[in-house]
C-alpha cells in the first residue's frame, strides 16, 4: 500500500516542500527512512510509533518504508514527525487520505500524541504557497505565527488523538489594508461537527498588525547633551542607512549615541516586518508568535565573537549577528578589538546584502541589508588629539603603537563605512545648558520625511533607501549641480578617493539633499558629506 502526504523543511531561512511517501508492505515489521535524514529525523520513528500506538490507533505490523523526497536535500530537525505519521495512519487506512491531501503538514510529536511547535513556520508557508498549496496543517504553538501569512488555511493542531474524531478543527485569517497599514479581521475557527464560532483577535489580546502595536523605545537622544554635529550625522545614518563609524575618546558618549540609533530609524514597512520576523522564527529566537517583529533589530555582539558567529555557520548553518540584524542595525562597539577574521567577513555582505555559505553538499544564502554601527577610539589610550588643559588625558602612545592599533581595522573595510564622524569631550556649558536636547521624537521627524521622499522617488524601482542605489540608478538619481560636480572632481584628486568612495559620497549627498528636502544635489550637500570622509583620510 502506498500513500503520500507533503511536508516541509528549512534550507537557510527559506522553506523547501518535501514529499513524505510512505508504503506498507508484507514482511517482517520493520520501519526505516530514507531521503538523506538527520539524526533528528531518523529519530522521528520511535516517536511516531509511540504516539500512533498512545492514542488509539494501530501502528502497523509490516514493513514501512518513509522516503522524503527529493532526496538530494539534506533533511533536519522533528517537523515531519506528525506528516510521517498522518502518512502511515492515511496509508493504512485509519484515517481518510483526502483529509490530509493537497495539505502541508508540520509539526513534532510528543510519546503521547501531542504537537509541539518547531521553528520557521513563516518560511515554510510562504514555500506552500509559491506551490499552490492553500491548506496547511501546523502546531497549536504555531497557529498565531502561520496566520500572518494570507491566503492560506490553517488548522491548527494540539495532539494526534484529536484526527480519532470525524471533524477537523481550522483557522482562516483575512487581511485587510489600509492606507499602506494593514489591520487584522477577525479569526474563524470552524468545525465540520458544528458551525463556525468567530472571535475577534482584540479579544485574546493580540497586537493588531498597524505599528501602534510597537514597544515605546526607553531610550532617547534628549538623554544626551550637546554633541550636535553627531546628532546630525545620526540623522543623516537613520534616513539612508547609511553606515557609520564614531571616533572619540573614551566617556565621550560614543555607545549612549549608537544604541539610541534605533529610536530614529523609520518603521518597516510589512514586507519587511515578515523578513525579519522569518529569520528570527529560523533562527529559534521568535519569543513572542502572536505578532511580528515590528521594531527594526540592533545587535550588539560582544568583541570576542567568530567570524562564524557573526556571519552565520554550523554544520547545517543557521543565521548569525549580521542576518540578525537584517533592517535593523548591527553595533560593533570597540571595533578594533575584533578579530581581523571577523570584521573582514563584513565587506561582502555590507556591499551584496547576502550571506552566501557553501557547504559539500549546498550553499546556503541568509539576507543581510543592515546598518553597521562602529565605534573606537582614536589611539589604544584613547587620548589622541586631546586638548585637556590639566594634562592629566594627554596622548602617551607611541607614533608605532597608534599603527598598529590603526591596523587591525583594513582600509576596505573603512572605505565601506560612509561617516566617520568625532565624537569629542562635552563642554562643561553644555551639560547644564537650559537648553532642550534634540530629542529622538524630533530627529525622527525628520528622518521620516526624508524617507518618504526617497519612497516616492523610487516608488517603481524597488529601491527604499539612497545606500542601495547603484550603477545607472545612482547616476539618474544623484544628479550634481554644476557646483557640486566642480567640488567633486576637485575633492577626488586631493583627497585621494576610490570610485567605491566616490560613489558613497554621492549617495550620502542625495540623502542630505533630501533631509533639506532639495530636490537636486547641491555644493553645500556634497561639502558636507566630503566632511565625513576627510576624518578616515586624515587618520591615514
Given at each position: 500500500m502506498y500513500g503520500k502526504v507533503t511536508s516541509a523543511c528549512l534550507h537557510g531561512v527559506d522553506g523547501r516542500l518535501i514529499e513524505v511517501e510512505v508504503d506498507l508492505s508484507n514482511g517482517l515489521p520493520q520501519m526505516n527512512i530514507v531521503g538523506l535524514p538527520d539524526s533528528a529525523v531518523k529519530e522521528s520513528i520511535e516517536r511516531v510509533r509511540a504516539a500512533i500506538k498512545n492514542c488509539g490507533f494501530t501502528f502497523p505490523l509490516q514493513r514501512i518504508t518513509v522516503n522524503l523526497?527529493?532526496?538530494d536535500i539534506r533533511k533536519e530537525g522533528a517537523a515531519f514527525d506528525l506528516a510521517i505519521a498522518l502518512g502511515i495512519l492515511a496509508t493504512s487506512g485509519q484515517i481518510d487520505k483526502q483529509s490530509v491531501e493537497?495539505?502541508?503538514?508540520?509539526?513534532?510529536l510528543s510519546l503521547d500524541g501531542s504537537v509541539r511547535p518547531v521553528p520557521g513556520v513563516l518560511s515554510m508557508l510562504e514555500a506552500a504557497l509559491k506551490h499552490g498549496i492553500r491548506q496547511v496543517i501546523v502546531p497549536a504553538g504555531n497557529a498565531e505565527e502561520a496566520g500572518w501569512i494570507s491566503g492560506i488555511e490553517v488548522r491548527p493542531e494540539s495532539h494526534l488523538m484529536g484526527w480519532s474524531r470525524i471533524q477537523?478543527?481550522?483557522?482562516?485569517?483575512?487581511?485587510?489594508?489600509?492606507?499602506g497599514t494593514e489591520q487584522a479581521s477577525a479569526c474563524t475557527f470552524q468545525s465540520k461537527a458544528r458551525g463556525s464560532v468567530a472571535c475577534q483577535y482584540a479579544d485574546e489580546g493580540t497586537p493588531s498588525l498597524d505599528t501602534e502595536g510597537e514597544q515605546p523605545h526607553q531610550d532617547d537622544y534628549a538623554d544626551v547633551s550637546g554633541q550636535l554635529h553627531v546628532k546630525r550625522a545620526l540623522m543623516i545614518s537613520a534616513a539612508g542607512m547609511h553606515n557609520i563609524i564614531l571616533i572619540g575618546p573614551p566617556g565621550t558618549g560614543k555607545t549612549m549615541l549608537a544604541k539610541r540609533l534605533p529610536t530614529i530609524l523609520p518603521p518597516m514597512n510589512e514586507q519587511e516586518s515578515l523578513d525579519v520576523t522569518k529569520i528570527y522564527s529560523v533562527s529559534g529566537k521568535f519569543a513572542d508568535r502572536r505578532q511580528l517583529v515590528r521594531q527594526r533589530p540592533f545587535r550588539a555582539p560582544h568583541h570576542t565573537i567568530s567570524a562564524a558567529g557573526l556571519v552565520g555557520g554550523g554544520g547545517v548553518p543557521k543565521p548569525g549577528e549580521i542576518?540578525?540584524?537584517h533592517r535593523g542595525v548591527l553595533f560593533l562597539d570597540e571595533l578594533p578589538e575584533f578579530s581581523r577574521a571577523a570584521l573582514e567577513v563584513l565587506r561582502q555582505p555590507i556591499e551584496d546584502r547576502w550571506v552566501t555559505i557553501g557547504r559539500a553538499k549546498a550553499v546556503y544564502r541568509f539576507p543581510a541589508?543592515?546598518?553597521?554601527?562602529a565605534s573606537m577610539n582614536?589611539?589604544?589610550?584613547?587620548?589622541?588629539g586631546s586638548?585637556?588643559?590639566?594634562?592629566?588625558?594627554l596622548c602617551v602612545c607611541s607614533p608605532?603603537?597608534?599603527?598598529?592599533?590603526?591596523?587591525?581595522v583594513s582600509g576596505p573595510l573603512l572605505d565601506r563605512i560612509d561617516l566617520h564622524v568625532e565624537v569629542p569631550k562635552v563642554p562643561y556649558n553644555e551639560l547644564n545648558t537650559p537648553i532642550k536636547p534634540l530629542s529622538s521624537a524630533e530627529m525622527r521627524a525628520c528622518v521620516e520625511v526624508a524617507h518618504g521622499i526617497q519612497l516616492e522617488r523610487y516608488r517603481s524601482s524597488g529601491y527604499t533607501f539612497n545606500s542601495e542605489l547603484s550603477g545607472r540608478a545612482l547616476r539618474e538619481h544623484c544628479r550634481l549641480e554644476l557646483n557640486a560636480a566642480k567640488l567633486l572632481e576637485r575633492s577626488f584628486t586631493t583627497l585621494g578617493l576610490s570610485v567605491r568612495s566616490y560613489d558613497r559620497i554621492m549617495k550620502l549627498s542625495r540623502t542630505i539633499a533630501d533631509l533639506d528636502g532639495a530636490g537636486e544635489v547641491q555644493a553645500q550637500h556634497v561639502a558636507e558629506a566630503l566632511q565625513y570622509r576627510s576624518l578616515d583620510r586624515k587618520r591615514g
Open positions: 523526497a527529493p532526496a493537497n495539505t502541508l503538514i508540520i509539526g513534532e477537523a478543527t481550522s483557522v482562516v485569517r483575512a487581511h485587510t489594508y489600509v492606507v542576518s540578525l540584524a541589508h543592515f546598518l553597521l554601527a582614536p589611539c589604544p589610550c584613547g587620548y589622541l586638548s585637556d588643559p590639566s594634562g592629566s588625558e608605532l603603537k597608534i599603527a598598529q592599533y590603526r591596523s587591525k
